[in-house]
């Protein structure tokens, strides 16, 4: 776990992703340079149409010694729990005590345009993520039950990437962490938290595009680009709890393209809705979302080389 003392002592762990398009050739390569540089995580993503999370997590969990591998998120409605839970059981055994799993809805279009969104989303993702935690302890639930040999001996942190309300309160009933997709500024984490409301332990993982530099302007400048999709709709919890979220909205509102959104936002907002500037400046902001009660800030790697901003944001451990 990396300690951080900028100002107030605050520990939290911090994680790199692997970016969805990095070349097949590079993910391992990346993995092992995360492990090297003493990031405390490394997340894999399943988005639709790019690589599966689990075969993902596998591979780079084998070629990697001691970081803890998050699958961020497994869609529950593409799988069936009986085989998710054969999944991540593999995982488990294979790798104990190195493996988080991140579940959620799905996008909404996606899920629709494969045929699968529940009519019940929430009552479905409840229901799936207790039933998987039986399977994985051993558990029977209708019938299934894992054999006993593939039974983990520890399961695996269960989480929720979920960002709507009612989503987050179910988090925070039924799951060992959420995780929030980016922009997660400390408003937003503080906000998150209020929701999710859990009445024990709860980790809650936040995603962020990063960038670092000893040139402030130039990391600002390196994460710009990331950023053209935030103030769509399904940010807006994201947005929300900022103090320029009505100027962000009618920013966004004017502007024809997203290049021309990316190009007008004022540094001050780069700022916020991203890890980025030097070394020191980016310690504080992670141990400033500590203080929101994050527990673990990723880092979604911004510019055109992903190897050189892992090693870039390195800097920061």
């Given at each position: 776990?990396?300690?951080?003392?900028?100002?107030?002592?605050?520990?939290?762990?911090?994680?790199?992703?692997?970016?969805?398009?990095?070349p097949?050739?590079?993910?391992?390569?990346f993995?092992?340079?995360?492990?090297?540089?003493g990031?405390?995580?490394?997340?894999?993503?399943?988005?639709l149409?790019?690589?599966?999370?689990?075969?993902?997590?596998?591979?780079?969990?084998?070629?990697?010694?001691?970081?803890?591998?998050?699958?961020?998120?497994?869609?529950a409605?593409?799988?069936?729990?009986?085989?998710?839970?054969?999944?991540?059981?593999?995982l488990?055994?294979?790798f104990?005590?190195?493996?988080?799993?991140?579940?959620?809805?799905?996008m909404?279009?996606?899920?629709?345009?494969?045929?699968?969104?529940?009519?019940?989303?929430?009552?479905?993702?409840?229901?799936?993520?207790?039933?998987?935690?039986?399977?994985?302890?051993?558990?029977?639930?209708?019938?299934?039950?894992?054999?006993?040999?593939s039974?983990p001996?520890?399961?695996?942190?269960?989480?929720?990437g979920?960002?709507?309300?009612?989503?987050?309160a179910?988090s925070?009933?039924?799951?060992?962490?959420?995780?929030?997709?980016?922009?997660?500024?400390?408003?937003?984490?503080?906000?998150?938290?209020?929701?999710?409301?859990?009445?024990?332990?709860?980790?809650?993982?936040a995603?962020n595009?990063?960038?670092v530099?000893?040139?402030?302007?130039?990391?600002?400048?390196?994460?710009r680009?990331?950023?053209?999709?935030?103030?769509?709709?399904?940010?807006?919890?994201?947005?929300a709890?900022?103090?320029f979220?009505?100027?962000?909205?009618?920013l966004?509102?004017?502007?024809?393209?997203r290049a021309?959104?990316?190009a007008?936002?004022?540094?001050a907002?780069?700022?916020?809705?991203?890890?980025?500037g030097t070394?020191?400046?980016?310690?504080?902001?992670?141990?400033e979302?500590?203080?929101a009660?994050?527990?673990?800030?990723?880092?979604?790697?911004?510019?055109p080389?992903p190897?050189?901003?892992?090693?870039?944001?390195?800097?920061?451990?």
């Amino acid at each position: 776990m990396c300690a951080f003392t900028p100002s107030i002592a605050v520990m939290t762990d911090v994680g790199v992703m692997l970016p969805r398009d990095l070349p097949a050739g590079l993910v391992l390569d990346f993995a092992r340079a995360a492990d090297r540089a003493g990031f405390d995580e490394l997340w894999v993503v399943e988005d639709l149409a790019f690589r599966g999370g689990v075969a993902q997590a596998a591979a780079v969990l084998a070629a990697t010694d001691r970081i803890v591998v998050g699958v961020g998120i497994l869609p529950a409605a593409v799988r069936h729990v009986a085989y998710a839970a054969m999944e991540v059981a593999t995982l488990a055994q294979l790798f104990p005590g190195r493996v988080h799993v991140g579940i959620g809805h799905g996008m909404p279009e996606w899920m629709r345009q494969l045929g699968v969104w529940p009519q019940r989303p929430l009552a479905f993702l409840s229901s799936y993520v207790e039933t998987l935690r039986t399977l994985l302890g051993g558990g029977e639930v209708d019938g299934l039950r894992l054999d006993p040999s593939s039974v983990p001996d520890v399961v695996p942190p269960l989480l929720l990437g979920v960002r709507g309300p009612k989503s987050l309160a179910v988090s925070g009933r039924v799951a060992d962490g959420t995780v929030l997709a980016e922009p997660c500024a400390p408003e937003y984490a503080r906000a998150a938290l209020e929701k999710i409301a859990a009445s024990g332990p709860h980790r809650v993982v936040a995603y962020n595009v990063g960038a670092v530099d000893d040139d402030p302007a130039a990391a600002v400048a390196a994460a710009r680009p990331a950023l053209e999709w935030v103030g769509e709709p399904d940010w807006a919890p994201h947005l929300a709890p900022l103090p320029f979220a009505d100027e962000f909205a009618a920013l966004r509102t004017d502007c024809a393209t997203r290049a021309e959104f990316v190009a007008r936002l004022p540094e001050a907002w780069v700022r916020r809705l991203a890890l980025v500037g030097t070394p020191d400046e980016v310690r504080g902001r992670i141990a400033e979302l500590g203080r929101a009660g994050v527990s673990s800030s990723v880092f979604i790697p911004a510019g055109p080389d992903p190897l050189r901003s892992l090693a870039a944001l390195g800097r920061v451990l």
